[in-house]
Protein backbone atom coordinates (compact mmCIF):
# COMPACT_ATOMS: atom_id res chain seq x y z
CA UNK A 1 0.00 0.00 0.00
CA UNK A 2 1.17 3.38 -0.99
CA UNK A 3 2.15 6.18 2.10
CA UNK A 4 -0.15 8.93 2.05
CA UNK A 5 1.72 12.61 0.37
CA UNK A 6 3.42 15.08 2.51
CA UNK A 7 2.08 18.43 2.16
CA UNK A 8 6.09 18.80 0.70
CA UNK A 9 5.51 15.96 -1.59
CA UNK A 10 1.74 17.38 -3.04
CA UNK A 11 3.42 20.98 -3.54
CA UNK A 12 6.54 19.79 -4.91
CA UNK A 13 4.24 17.41 -7.44
CA UNK A 14 2.36 20.62 -8.49
CA UNK A 15 5.09 22.78 -9.34
CA UNK A 16 6.74 20.18 -10.84
CA UNK A 17 3.87 19.60 -13.19
CA UNK A 18 3.79 23.59 -13.57
CA UNK A 19 7.07 23.21 -14.67
CA UNK A 20 7.08 20.00 -16.92
CA UNK A 21 4.52 22.15 -19.14
CA UNK A 22 6.92 24.50 -19.62
CA UNK A 23 6.19 26.72 -16.69
CA UNK A 24 2.75 27.38 -17.51
CA UNK A 25 -0.32 25.63 -17.05
CA UNK A 26 -4.38 25.63 -17.55
CA UNK A 27 -5.74 24.97 -14.06
CA UNK A 28 -7.68 22.00 -15.24
CA UNK A 29 -4.53 20.34 -16.41
CA UNK A 30 -2.97 20.89 -12.78
CA UNK A 31 -5.97 19.31 -11.68
CA UNK A 32 -5.54 16.09 -13.19
CA UNK A 33 -1.29 15.90 -12.98
CA UNK A 34 -1.58 16.55 -8.65
CA UNK A 35 -4.33 14.34 -8.19
CA UNK A 36 -6.28 16.06 -5.91
CA UNK A 37 -9.71 17.16 -5.30
CA UNK A 38 -10.88 20.25 -6.47
CA UNK A 39 -11.49 21.28 -3.31
CA UNK A 40 -8.19 20.48 -2.28
CA UNK A 41 -6.37 21.76 -4.91
CA UNK A 42 -7.83 25.29 -4.24
CA UNK A 43 -6.32 24.93 -1.02
CA UNK A 44 -3.71 24.15 -2.11
CA UNK A 45 -3.23 27.31 -4.61
CA UNK A 46 -4.13 29.84 -2.57
CA UNK A 47 -0.80 28.39 -0.81
CA UNK A 48 1.53 28.57 -3.36
CA UNK A 49 0.17 32.10 -4.32
CA UNK A 50 0.30 33.35 -1.19
CA UNK A 51 3.70 32.40 -0.63
CA UNK A 52 4.65 33.32 -4.05
CA UNK A 53 5.42 30.43 -5.73
CA UNK A 54 2.75 30.50 -8.69
CA UNK A 55 1.21 33.20 -10.31
CA UNK A 56 -2.38 33.43 -11.93
CA UNK A 57 -2.39 35.19 -15.49
CA UNK A 58 -4.46 35.79 -18.60
CA UNK A 59 -3.87 32.70 -21.04
CA UNK A 60 -1.23 33.73 -24.20
CA UNK A 61 -3.36 32.34 -26.69
CA UNK A 62 -7.27 33.11 -25.26
CA UNK A 63 -7.69 36.44 -22.84
CA UNK A 64 -10.40 34.82 -21.75
CA UNK A 65 -8.71 32.27 -19.72
CA UNK A 66 -6.81 31.99 -17.04
CA UNK A 67 -2.71 30.53 -16.54
CA UNK A 68 -0.91 29.26 -13.92
CA UNK A 69 2.65 30.46 -14.16
CA UNK A 70 5.45 29.41 -11.90
CA UNK A 71 8.21 31.92 -10.27
CA UNK A 72 11.36 32.33 -10.43
CA UNK A 73 10.76 31.61 -6.16
CA UNK A 74 9.34 28.79 -7.16
CA UNK A 75 12.20 27.31 -9.93
CA UNK A 76 14.22 28.08 -6.72
CA UNK A 77 12.20 25.74 -4.32
CA UNK A 78 11.76 22.91 -6.72
CA UNK A 79 15.64 23.20 -7.17
CA UNK A 80 16.11 23.02 -3.30
CA UNK A 81 13.07 20.22 -3.02
CA UNK A 82 15.38 18.22 -5.09
CA UNK A 83 18.54 18.98 -3.54
CA UNK A 84 16.60 18.08 -0.15
CA UNK A 85 15.73 14.51 -1.32
CA UNK A 86 19.03 13.40 -3.30
CA UNK A 87 20.39 14.61 0.30
CA UNK A 88 18.14 12.04 2.15
CA UNK A 89 18.28 9.38 -0.32
CA UNK A 90 21.87 9.60 0.45
CA UNK A 91 21.82 8.34 3.82
CA UNK A 92 18.67 6.27 3.19
CA UNK A 93 16.26 8.47 4.94
Known sequence: ???KRSQLDV?????ASV???????KPTHLLYKSNLSYKMMQEYLNLLKERGLIVE???RKDPEKRELVLT???QKF???YRR???FTDAFGL
Not at 19 to 25: P, S
Request: no cysteine.
Open 84 to 86: MAE
Open 78 to 80: LFE
Open 19 to 25: QDKGGRI
Open 72 to 74: DKG
Open 11 to 15: IQDML
Open 1 to 3: MKK
Open 57 to 59: ETS
